[in-house]
Each structure stands twice: as structure tokens, then as C-alpha cells.
């Protein structure tokens, strides 16, 4: 008995048999002529090239863009967290059953980087990606495995005031609670916007160009120049010729040696032309339409400005996990903690949470600058920044501290003088009366004065007495 079938008989509930008309719209509709040209070749563009996510995957630029994306969702720790109601306090969910399938395998031929992946690259290149939620008992979650491409459609529902969207495998009907859905952006809040479908003009463009540049190489003649002399050439000739041009002037160890030509012959170099030169640019501005419409910076995918700096890339790498990376983080993280927890879990504080300080580990300066910044102010304490460089921590190291002119915050929250830290309070006051020496300028000042006077006397007594002497 195949996957599917197993779990349409074991893991849902029989649905009711479908009437004849809904037989035949659904017929209808997976012979149609959009079905199949979607699914072989996705119709031909402007020009002439069928684009489909197939496609989409041989064109280097697009895969490249579709795993960027799907590396820095998968590559980047997801956690399942608790916040305490009362205290705010976030600590990892390691007691819930969730935590142990979404840290490290969701399935027991799968770990967890490579399911992120798979749903992410289906997401990025066909709008959404799907995987089977297996639960049993009372609906504990036992395992969660990928669909592969093109398993699950999502269609709108006949019932006018049910707009949820309805999952079909492969044609039957599954639970809404049974499918994880990693849905891009949407336009209708069921389906994520296709990429390759808004992008197969400039995919096929670029795929064009791809080949009419291969081919050209695989059927034109491409040389550095022409060697023309006013003599026929047999074959004899023409190959003493070519060997004698292959020996003294071919290979780097020959290059910058003067070109001695017999028999009125002529060196023509054959350089680049401007048709050359144009192609050329049209792949690269492809290229670059390509990463726009994925929304991945050119130098995420190798295609660099001449102006760009070291610190002009460094910022741009940060945009990317900014604005490209961090919206899937949020997307990726609200569908989880809905779809996988239940309202009473939500309601106990679980959630999960991908950690993007994860991604600045390959700057090990800011790292450091960000962690000396978090601990000066009381954010972070030792035991957390050893634990976010995967290092154990020590005894006491959960303490939080501050400047020595502010005060130590204790585990109550309650605050201690930085001057006592063992007794905790306010500094005492300072005793009564005035410091020791506080007049030790005024006694200096009293004693030299006296000593000042004494000479003074001492001074004119001896002057008198000259005075009183007769002169020689």
C-alpha cells in the first residue's frame, strides 16, 4: 500500500464520495491544456523558451537566489521557547515533545536542516511548501515529513463563507490540521505568489541567451586572429605552416616574441566586437532582473560592482539578512507556532523562535562589540554569551552587573550598593564632623605667617643698629 493511501485509510477521516459533477470538474480540470503545459513546459515566453520551476533550477542565477533563501532559513537555529506569564522570563522548551522534533529530526530519515530546506525551496520556487503532520492519540505530533513538488494543490472551497483553503494529495482531500504550509507571499491568503510564474519572462530571456552564447561557441569558429598569405596553400603546406605558427609564437612562453611573416603574409587580429560585448551585458542585466525579482542582492550571488568596498559588501550582506532572510524568519516562525501548538500551548507562553544572531558569527569583531555592549548594561550575563558561542558556562556566571557607579541588581530584581555587595543596601553615611586635615591649609597658612613676622622683626633690628654706626 503506497504513502498516501496509508494515510488517507489510517490518519483521517473518510471523506464523502464526490458527485458525478465534481468528478468531472475535477477531470476537467487536470486535462486541461493549462494543467499539462504548466506541468511539462509551463508554456513557451517571448522568447521561445518554456519556463517551469524545473527550468527555473537549471538557470544558475534562480537556483542560487532559491538557496540563499533556503539557507538562511534552515541554517539558522529555530527553537520551541517558553515565556513565563508572570515573570517574562524566556527559557527553552526542552520538556515539550515539539522540541526534540524540531531541534534535531522531524522524521526518522530526515534531520531538521535538511526538512527546512526541502519546504523552503518549494516555497521559493512554487510559492509554497508542504509537509504531512502525523498526529496520534490526542493529537500529539509523532513526525512531519515534505511532500514532494506537485503532491499538494490548494483550492478554494465551494462553500461561499468557508474561505479556508482546501489541500488535496495527489487528489484526495486531507485535514487542514494534517498539512504544513510555508506559504510566501500571497495575494489570496491561501496560494503563495508562484516566483517562476511572474518571473518566466526574464528566466526565459536569460535561459535564451544561454544558449544562442553555448551555441555559438559549439557551432561558430571564435579565434585571436588570421594569419593571410598571397600563396596557395596545400595541405602540405598549410600544416608545415600552422605547426611552424604553433611552435615560435603560441603559449605564453612565446608571448610578447615579434611575428616574422613570409610571403607577404598579414596578422589580423580578431578582437571583441560590440555585438560581443552587448550579449554579454544582457546576460549579466538577466541576471541581475533575476535577483530582483527573488529579492536577493546581485553580490549575494557573485555579481559585484567595480565600487564596491569591503565595507560597502559588509553592509549589503546585512541588508540581505534584514530584508530578505528576516521576513521568511517571521513567516516561517508564525506558521510554526501556529500550526503546531495548540491555543491552550500558545496561551502558556510557547512560541517559536529563530535566533538571528546566528547569522553574524562569521564577524567575530562585531560579535564581541555586541556582547561587551549587552553585558555593560545588564542584558546579557556571562553564562548567556558563553552559551551563544556554545561554550559551558561557570558558577555565578548568571549574575547581571553593571558599572561600578551603578548598582548590582540581585536575582529578586532588587538593587545593592556596588560599595557592599556582600551586606547590599546604601553605603553608610560618612561619620560626624569635619574630614581628617580638612584645615591643614589653614595651619600652614598661620605658621608661615608667624615665621614671616619673626623675620621681619629679626630684619629691622639689624638694620637699626647699622644705622646707629658711624661711617669709615
Not at 369 to 375: L, P, Q, T, V, W
Amino acid at each position: 500500500m503506497g504513502m498516501m493511501n496509508w494515510i488517507t485509510a489510517h490518519l483521517r477521516p473518510q471523506p464523502k464520495a464526490a458527485s458525478a459533477e465534481e468528478v468531472s470538474q475535477r477531470n476537467a480540470a487536470a486535462f486541461a491544456e493549462e494543467f499539462w503545459r504548466d506541468l511539462v513546459g509551463g508554456g513557451p515566453t517571448s522568447a521561445g523558451v518554456h519556463v517551469n520551476w524545473q527550468t527555473a533550477l537549471e538557470t544558475p542565477t534562480s537556483l542560487r537566489c532559491g538557496l540563499l533563501i533556503a539557507d538562511g532559513v534552515s541554517t539558522v537555529p529555530c527553537k520551541l521557547m517558553r515565556k513565563d506569564p508572570v515573570t517574562g522570563n524566556r527559557a527553552e522548551a526542552v520538556d515539550h515533545p515539539l522540541y526534540d522534533l524540531m531541534q534535531f529530526k522531524p522524521c526518522s530519515w530526515m534531520n531538521t536542516q535538511q526538512f527546512r530546506e526541502t519546504l523552503m525551496l518549494h516555497a521559493a520556487f512554487q510559492g509554497g511548501g508542504f509537509g504531512f503532520i502525523n498526529r496520534v492519540g490526542r493529537g500529539r505530533i509523532h513526525e512531519m515529513f515534505p511532500f514532494e513538488a506537485g503532491e499538494v494543490s490548494v483550492e478554494k472551497r465551494s462553500d461561499p463563507y468557508d474561505r479556508s483553503p482546501l489541500y488535496r494529495v495527489n487528489g484526495e482531500e486531507v485535514p487542514n490540521d494534517r498539512i504544513l504550509h510555508i506559504r510566501g507571499p500571497s495575494w489570496d491568503g491561501r496560494n503563495g505568489l508562484n516566483m517562476v510564474k511572474l518571473a518566466r519572462e526574464v528566466i526565459g530571456l536569460a535561459d535564451a541567451a544561454q544558449d544562442a552564447h553555448a551555441k555559438r561557441f559549439g557551432q561558430g569558429v571564435q579565434t585571436t586572429g588570421v594569419y593571410s598569405v598571397t600563396d596557395d596553400l596545400d595541405e602540405t603546406k598549410h600544416n608545415r605552416l600552422t605547426n611552424w605558427i604553433k611552435t615560435h609564437y603560441a603559449g605564453g612562453k612565446n608571448s610578447g616574441k615579434p611575428l616574422v611573416l613570409g610571403s607577404n603574409g598579414k596578422f589580423i587580429p580578431m578582437d571583441m566586437t560590440g555585438v560581443d560585448a552587448e550579449h554579454l551585458a544582457t546576460r549579466l542585466y538577466q541576471d541581475m532582473l533575476i535577483c530582483r525579482q527573488w529579492g536577493v542582492l546581485p553580490i549575494m550571488v557573485g555579481i559585484a560592482d567595480k565600487t564596491a568596498t569591503y565595507a560597502s559588501s559588509e553592509q549589503m550582506f546585512l541588508a540581505h539578512n534584514v530584508h530578505t532572510v528576516r521576513p521568511w524568519h517571521r513567516r516561517v516562525g508564525t506558521t510554526l507556532t501556529c500550526d503546531l501548538l495548540t491555543p491552550e500551548e500558545r496561551r502558556q507562553g510557547l512560541y517559536f523562535k529563530f535566533f538571528d544572531t546566528e547569522l553574524l558569527r562569521g564577524a567575530a569583531k562585531d560579535r564581541a562589540d555586541f556582547y561587551a555592549k549587552m553585558f555593560g548594561v545588564a542584558g546579557l550575563t556571562a553564562n548567556q554569551i558563553l552559551g551563544m558561542e556554545d561554550m559551558d558556562g561557570f558558577k555565578g556566571g548568571d549574575a547581571h552587573y553593571v558599572p561600578s557607579n551603578y548598582a548590582r541588581v540581585r536575582d529578586d530584581g532588587s538593587l545593592e550598593a556596588a560599595s557592599k555587595p556582600d551586606e547590599g543596601g546604601a553605603a553608610p553615611p560618612p561619620p560626624p564632623g569635619p574630614p581628617p586635615r580638612q584645615n591643614a591649609g589653614r595651619v600652614l597658612s598661620g605658621e608661615n605667617e608667624s615665621l614671616i613676622r619673626g623675620a621681619s622683626d629679626n630684619l629691622n633690628t639689624v638694620l637699626s643698629k647699622l644705622d646707629g654706626q658711624p661711617e669709615d
